[in-house]
């Protein structure tokens, strides 16, 4: 048997070569990342996440504090619009019509149309309760104006601001302003109130629309025993017949009337100035109930109204409403002064 010879130097030089090799495999090992479960990666997430969740919370503390910045400014804003408003109180609770008719478009422009449009209905609410019967013709001036050049929205508030003021029970028809108002003849018929109170009174009275008779324009002639204002501004006068039959005739306040034709308007105010002139006289006068004696030719357009205990009312309700023009055939002689109240005589 030949004896084991020692390993040649290439023979070592492999062996050690193999070891290594081995090592740096098992170094290799030891050193890779290990490979984390679900709890490892959370962790490892967390500090992102809180990151995240803070930001979110200081985004939207920011967003809140400029929200409550921009309310608190909005809030001053409007603080500062109403102690303007405030500065126009005195015009608004005064006795001069005309400066409150400019305090409300003042409002209007601080605020807008429709707050100033409930500000001229209280305006007038307090006037009426005091020691007038008699809209305030500043606040219905406002109105008005707003019905005629206001936008959709605020001209239709404004008509019924108008009829919160002046009335409600067919108003439209009552002032012409309604919508069979193309349907009206104003080539005035001449006959007589006897005639007219004999109408039959339709069954049931319309609430918007026209029957025939108040499609037409008459003209009569009568004694104007009668003259007074109603709550809602008409002119209510009482003319009479040489039987003594009776019969209404009513003239708007120009501010009171809704629709867009100057020329209506203008009779209004026409026809008012007669009656101004000849029987109301002062402040104090404009609130009586006057009588008198005068002859008057006057001319309206026909209107069945409701009876309900209307001064001078025909039998059929029937009327001049409104009234569009007036002639004094006589001068007047008054008769009485008595005080008038709020009574029926729309």
Partial sequence: MEPELPNSPSDKLQDLEERHRELAKKVQELTKPQEKDIWDKLGSLTGVIVAIVGGLFSLLYNYHQSKQDDAL?????????????STFMPYLSGTDERARTIALFEVQDILNAKAALALAVNVNSAKTAGDSVVPSEGAVEYIHSVAQTGDPADRTAAVQALENICG????????LADQDISQVNYRPLRTSIEELTRLETPSPIPANDRVDPERKTYTVIGTLNTVKLEADGDYHLVLQADTGQTMVAEIPSPGCYSGNNADIRSDFQTARETIDAAFLHGARARLSRITSDAKV?????GFFDRIHGQTGMAPNG?????????????EPKPQATKPSGTGAGN
């Fill in 73 to 85: 400014k909005k809030n001053q804003a409007e603080l500062q619009k109403i102690q303007l408003v």
């Fill in 168 to 175: 409600k029970e067919r108003w439209a028809v009552k002032t």
């Fill in 318 to 330: 029937f009327e001049l409403h409104p009234v569009l023009s007036i002639r004094l055939l006589q």
């Fill in 297 to 301: 030719e006057v001319t309206g357009v």
